[in-house]
């Protein structure tokens, strides 16, 4: 087979797994995730049930994919992010804020994607994730080189920050009850705040500052 042919078969079959895809979302969005079966979104993408499964194991893999979209549209950018001459500060926060938002484009629909990412998130296998953390980690390389961060705290651990942070405002956005949050909760405004104290806590230190 040449590479030709190949391409085409790999172009369809994504183009396949794009409408299952898309069907699952409408029905999602119209009927709601735990009402909407697998039969509906066959019938709607216009395959058969074996075609569904060659292409999600099971309905919650539709969720994966879609959180997994979220996370390849922030690397389609990571060339350009890393070139732009800012604080390496301002393109992390701009990462994860942009990240954050797409998680309000359907909050219903989020808390099922949330539940199926989790699942996912620490996969060392997956190849979005680990897309994300090199992104991640070229990033605080550039915040040590211009002096922004400590030369003290590894990439991983300096992650691990991150990810917890942005992962618990998350939930608390998506799981809470109202009564256990503060009326003003705004997602990406409160995600700032936690992100810039954890800044605050990678600074350099001031010469005689307590360790």
């Known amino acids: 087979m040449t ?5 085409r078969r790999e172009r369809k079959k994504e183009e396949t797994r794009r409408r299952i895809f898309e069907a699952a979302i409408a029905l999602f969005r119209e009927k709601g995730y735990e009402a909407t079966t697998v039969d509906e979104i066959t019938e ?6 074996g075609t569904f499964f060659n292409y999600f194991p099971k309905k919650e893999s539709v969720l994966a994919y879609l959180s997994e979209e979220r996370l390849a549209a922030a690397e389609e950018n990571a060339g350009a992010l890393l070139a732009e001459a800012r604080p390496a500060r301002e393109k992390i926060l701009d990462l994860y804020l942009l990240a954050a938002g797409a998680w309000e484009e359907d909050r219903e629909l989020s808390q099922f994607v949330f ?11 997956a190849d979005v994730e680990l897309g994300w953390r090199k992104l991640m980690f070229a990033l605080l390389g550039q915040g040590r080189e211009s002096g922004e961060l400590r030369d003290d705290v590894s990439d991983y651990r300096a992650d691990a920050l991150f990810t917890s942070i942005y992962m618990t405002t998350l939930f608390h956005w998506l799981f ?20 810039e104290i954890v800044f605050d806590g990678l600074a350099p230190r001031k010469p005689g500052a307590r360790p």
């Open 176 to 195: 809470c009850p109202a009564e256990c949050m503060p009326r003003d909760f705004d997602l990406r405004a409160e995600l700032r705040t936690r992100l």
């Open 3 to 7: 590479l030709p042919e190949l391409s």
């Open 115 to 125: 539940s199926e990412w989790l699942r996912r998130v620490f996969a060392p296998t």
């Open 44 to 49: 709607k993408a216009d395959v058969g049930r």
